[in-house]
């Protein structure tokens, strides 16, 4: 039996594994034999040769493990069904979009000088800690820090930044006693990657229908 080597994710998109690897920061496709080796292995095909899984534990893909069950993408989300913007909102306080401008600037860094992974591990630890005291907060109040992200668009280019925005939000949403969930997802034809951050099915800092474009790949 076999497992994904740690910190290794993958979903099927097109008709094909996409991997993340969050130790290496990066996305990437097997090649056609190795594709269908890992196809034929996760969907229980007797006939995957024992050299093919050889050499996707030799490339780091997988790894021994007797006690490991079927090979499986994670838990998907709630299907996303609507966008913040359906709340009713207030406008941001300007402490609010400060903060939303400080938080970027200090995701910014850490993806710069941290690997993916010390940035998942930070964010799991403290969604655990943040949904273990259950706070409520008002949709109102949701709305308006996820406003706030939208008013920096006027201090901070918003292009190709969905990673930095979605970690952003989420350490001010943990700062306000809130756990979202943090969704990395993929598309294929062409290829693409896209992050986002959801609360239950309504997503905060994008359109739902953008975000029902991607399989979730990785979600915190």
């Given at each position: ?56 534990v030799a ?49 910014a860094l ?111």
């Amino acid at each position: 039996m076999y497992r994904l080597r740690d910190n290794l994710y993958h979903c099927r998109s097109g008709g094909r594994s996409i991997f993340l690897d969050v130790d290496a920061n990066k996305y990437f496709c097997l090649s056609d034999p190795m594709e269908q080796a890992f196809a034929g292995y996760i969907e229980g095909s007797s006939g995957t040769a024992h050299h093919e899984l050889d050499t996707l534990v030799a490339r780091g893909v997988l790894v021994p493990d007797k006690m490991s069950e079927r090979i499986a993408a994670g838990v998907p989300p709630p299907i996303p069904i609507s966008e913040i913007g359906a709340w009713a909102s207030l406008d941001p306080s300007a402490f609010q979009v400060a903060r939303a401008i400080g938080y970027q600037i200090s995701a910014a860094l850490s993806l710069r000088y941290t690997s993916l992974a010390a940035v998942k591990f930070k964010i799991a630890e403290r969604s655990a800690r943040v949904r273990r005291c259950s706070r409520q907060l008002p949709n109102a109040e949701i709305a308006k820090i996820s406003a706030a992200f939208e008013r920096t668009s006027l201090v901070l280019a918003s292009a190709d930044r969905c990673l930095v925005r979605s970690l952003a939000l989420m350490s001010m949403m943990h700062a306000y006693g809130i756990a979202p969930r943090l969704i990395f997802g993929v598309r294929t034809n062409p290829f693409s990657a896209h992050s986002w951050v959801q609360l239950r099915d309504v997503v905060l800092n994008d359109t739902a229908e953008h975000a029902r474009l991607f399989v979730p790949i990785l979600v915190i």
